[in-house]
């Protein structure tokens, strides 16, 4: 009989080198997984919630300014940069600068509410900001705080305070490090699919597509989907705070998003099937963080106090 599949020695079945060794393969990678997965927690100062990391913060910083300059050849090749000197770029650029100069003292502030040392990862961000002519309603700022605006935000927003607190969350993607977090997590995944694959080796290949389909559909709900809405969820009270600091008005973020959620014609997918929040559930949210974020005003922004609504 040949050494190879499971073999009968002594009336008992044996492992050999099939199935059992599959399953080895099989364990190895999940306890690898386990360990790189949980090894690597740490407790994010900002939220105080437990995160993962795909790369350090040099390596974002490289990665982001890297992308960015892709995003700028695009803008130059299709004419669509604005110059720094126009009004959108001068008012965009203010705005940014109001907000990275209120990084420092949210920062401290955030981490010592969760009872963590202050990061200091934001220190080696090459801080810049573009507008970009498109019709496209956004805004990003990638890792190391390469920041970009299209103009077709700025309908939506229709005020700098709107505009604020959309920039303010970007800024605040990037403070938390969502970008490392998305690349531990899509390792996670990509380790068990490479081990799900190992293990089905002996299977009909029809059942290996359907497993493998059940698995990745199981995967996106139940792990990156709700990893991505969380991360927004995060991002919306961090950059909440730091456009209040930075004496904009928090209080417009709820009709900005009731704006947005207009979108489209506010068509959109249910939540579970989506990176973001629900319009109603993100606003309920941004409701019940107002009152911290009123303190963050009125603690830096006394000489300006704000209409009562």
Known sequence: MSVYGN????GR?????????????????????????????????YTGEKAHYGASADEEVQLGAQAFQQVLSDANAQRALLPSNSPQSQDVSEIAQRLINKVPQVTQTLAQQNQQAAPEDYKNFQWSVAVINSQEANAFCLPG??????????PVTQNDDALAVVMGHEIAHALLRHG???MAQQKLVQMGQMAAGVAMGGMDPQQQQMIMGALGAGAQYGLVLPYGRNHETQADKVG???????????????????????LGGGQ??????????????RI????????????????NCANKPLASR
Request: aromatic share 12%; charged share 15%.
């Open 180 to 182: 490392s977090q998305r």
């Open 284 to 299: 309920q949210t941004l409701q019940a963080l107002m009152p911290a974020a009123m303190q963050f005003y009125q603690a």
């Open 7 to 10: 073999q009968v020695q002594g």
């Open 13 to 45: 079945r044996g492992f050999g080198i099939g199935g059992g060794f599959r399953w080895l393969i099989l364990l190895a990678f999940g306890i690898y997984a386990l360990v790189s997965w949980f090894g690597g927690a740490k407790t994010d100062p």
């Open 240 to 262: 909440l705070m730091l456009a209040a600091a930075a004496c904009y008005d928090p209080r417009q973020a709820i009709p900005l998003w009731e704006r947005m959620s207009q």
């Open 268 to 281: 959109r997918p249910p939540e579970f099937a989506s990176t973001h929040p629900d319009p109603a559930n």
């Open 145 to 154: 705080g390469k920041m970009a605006v299209y103009t077709g935000l700025l």
